[in-house]
T-cell receptor, first 114, second 112 residues
Framework: GDSVTQMEGPVTLSEEAFLTINCTYT??????LFWYVQYPGEGLQLLLK?????DKGSNKGFEATYRKETTSFHLEKGSVQVSDSAVYFC?????????????FGSGTQLTVLP | DTEVTQTPKHLVMGMTNKKSLKCEQH?????MYWYKQKAKKPPELMFV???????INESVPSRFSPECPNSSLLNLHLHALQPEDSALYLC???????????FGPGTRLTVL
């Protein structure tokens, strides 16, 4: 079945540092890929998405490129802020029967220190 | 309206109580989902409804009973829960043919 492997956390960075969170996937077809963010005590927010190979998703300074050849969708940000502290989930979506399903990675806790 | 709403935000219940969680969306989405999320873990799929019919039940115990009364509303009926069922319960919806999922803010459930 489909699966998502995500970089283990926790990750602790200083403000303005460069962030990379690795994500690789296994899928039978052509999935869409997502990064979700969850701030403490809140639900899931879609951070960015890519629906086909070589697409680049971007939002709030975060970027990720859909790399089919390496089955990867790594999240990057050039300069993190304290407010970026959250748990980040990589996910893929494929059609399964009559409805799509989301498969999540294990999540990476990011803490940014001032 | 691009929002999924969930009520209540917080729920505390005893093991003998019966309660219900409610989820609503008015985006015309025909697929709706219940997920369970423990702290610092990814959401786990519980149920999928497609066109108001239950299409996936991920071997969830019968003390959780989903219901989809119409295309905008999804309920999760709870009965005789265990303390280990304490978690954040997330509802999501998606439109057929598109990969985008919209999540609600969740109901934080505590079972005493």
């Amino acid at each position: 079945g489909d699966s998502v492997t995500q970089m283990e956390g926790p990750v602790t960075l200083s403000e303005e540092a460069f962030l990379t969170i690795n994500c690789t996937y296994t899928a039978t077809g052509y999935p869409s890929l997502f990064w979700y963010v969850q701030y403490p005590g809140e639900g899931l927010q879609l951070l960015l998405k890519a629906t086909k190979a070589d697409d680049k998703g971007s939002n709030k300074g975060f970027e990720a490129t859909y790399r089919k050849e390496t089955t990867s969708f790594h999240l990057e940000k050039g300069s993190v802020q304290v407010s970026d502290s959250a748990v980040y989930f990589c996910a893929l979506s494929e059609r399964s029967g009559s409805a799509r399903q989301l498969t999540f990675g294990s999540g990476t806790q990011l803490t940014v220190l001032p | 309206d691009t929002e999924v709403t969930q009520t209540p935000k917080h729920l505390v219940m005893g093991m003998t109580n019966k309660k219900s969680l409610k989820c609503e969306q008015h985006m015309g989405h025909r697929a709706m989902y219940w997920y369970k999320q423990k702290a610092k873990k990814p959401p786990e799929l519980m149920f999928v409804y497609s066109y108001e019919k239950l299409s996936i039940n991920e071997s969830v115990p019968s003390r959780f009973s989903p219901e989809c009364p119409n295309s905008s509303l999804l309920n999760l009926h709870l009965h005789a829960l265990q303390p280990e069922d304490s978690a954040l319960y997330l509802c999501a919806s998606s439109q057929s043919g598109t990969p985008l999922f919209f999540f609600g803010p969740g109901t934080r459930l505590t079972v005493l």
